[in-house]
């Protein structure tokens, strides 16, 4: 793991796939049709356009200067000491979303699989995986994705064309029973999870080989695209399949698989979807951890940040084991507190280089 490290930007693409999909297939059905009921695709579309824009400046920032993170950007348009203070609650707010990726990998066991198996456990046990995997660096990690990709997103498509026989259609109407206030209300909670998420990914974009910049806009944006389309198919399969129910039953993808029944050759396949789906929570807490290293690396100016990469996820394991001790204590914190978490510390400093950056250019265009 090292400055001279390169991905191409197909790598790059489908490991921001991984990074906006992995975890939010999971979660992001169930709560929000809970909040939005049948109109939840249109948060979707709402929160995802968003992103798009917030994509938009990371790829700004990135085509102004290729070969600098989001940290070295700061300090060339900011100075260190508005950097620091700006990137310290970045850099706090970081480590819990890290833990926050493992807990909700060991709800979702403790919920599904390995109901006996604490808690702990699952989490000590991914913890040491994605250090060991952070630790192999983002070349490793890039080649990993091209396989464990097409493993998941395979497996989803399977589940929705497997449940095909249960669908009804009619449980997508009424749109709108309530209004557009809940809708609005949903966008927010997806907006906070998992797009406001992406600017945090800025910090691994000096990764991509340098003949390679000129394609790396589209083959994001598409990844973008494949990630709303992905979740808001997710959405619309688990209304037509469970109706009222898709919103009060947890792991909405994980529950269409437990109704997979095909001529007594093909049930009970939920156990293979589930590890299938654990995949997408493995990629995003590796890429994530990997991220938080290179933020603690530049701030810091280490020379070798390997040996910080175990005693970081030793920190964010503390974090998953004490944070968040009942399940509805996390859903809340989703729900209301993370969106306001990640507008203030993501959102908040990316936007002020961005703007910084943009009067700079322009005002350099002007004199010459």
Request: glycine share 6%; hydrophobic share 55%; charged share 10%.
């Amino acid at each position: 793991m090292n400055k001279q490290e390169r991905v191409s930007s197909i790598q790059m693409s489908m490991l921001f796939l991984f990074f906006m999909t992995g975890s939010s297939i999971v979660i992001v059905p169930a709560s929000l049709t809970n909040f939005a009921g049948n109109g939840a695709w249109i948060s979707l579309l709402i929160a995802s356009a968003i992103g798009m824009a917030l994509l938009s400046g990371i790829l700004y920032l990135n085509r102004r200067a290729p070969d600098l993170s989001l940290v070295e950007q700061s300090r060339s348009v900011l100075g260190n000491g508005l950097t620091l203070v700006l990137l310290i609650p970045f850099t706090c707010v970081l480590f819990w979303n890290v833990a926050g990726i493992v807990i909700e990998i060991g709800t979702f066991f403790k919920s599904t699989m390995l109901k006996e198996t604490p808690t702990y456990a699952v989490n000590t046990m991914f913890f040491i995986t994605i250090a060991m995997t952070a630790l192999a660096g983002i070349e490793v990690i890039a080649r990993m994705a091209a396989v464990l990709m097409s493993l998941m997103f395979g497996f989803i498509i399977l589940v929705w064309i497997l449940v095909a026989g249960l669908y009804h259609p009619e449980y997508l109407l009424p749109i709108m029973p309530d209004g557009f206030r809940p809708i609005l209300s949903a966008a927010y909670v997806v907006y906070g999870f998992p797009y406001s998420e992406l600017i945090v990914f800025s910090m691994i974009l000096p990764f991509v080989r340098k003949e390679d910049n000129s394609k790396l806009g589209k083959q994001m944006y598409l990844a973008l695209i494949i990630n709303a389309l992905t979740l808001i198919a997710s959405v619309i399969s688990s209304i037509m399949v469970l109706g009222p129910l898709s919103g009060s039953l947890k792991y909405s993808l994980y529950q269409l698989a437990r109704l997979i029944y095909f001529q007594e050759t093909i049930e009970r396949i939920e156990s293979v979807i589930g590890f299938s789906l654990i995949i997408g929570f493995y990629f995003k807490a590796s890429i994530l951890l990997l991220i938080l290293i290179k933020v603690l690396k530049e701030l810091l100016r280490l020379k070798d940040e390997r040996l910080i990469v175990f005693p970081l996820a030793f920190v964010c394991l503390l974090l998953s084991v004490t944070t968040y001790t009942q399940e509805s204590e996390l859903e809340k914190i989703v729900n209301t507190t993370w969106p306001l978490l990640t507008n203030l510390a993501y959102i908040l400093p990316f936007l002020l280089i961005l703007l910084v950056t943009f009067i700079r250019y322009h005002i350099n265009q002007h004199k010459k």
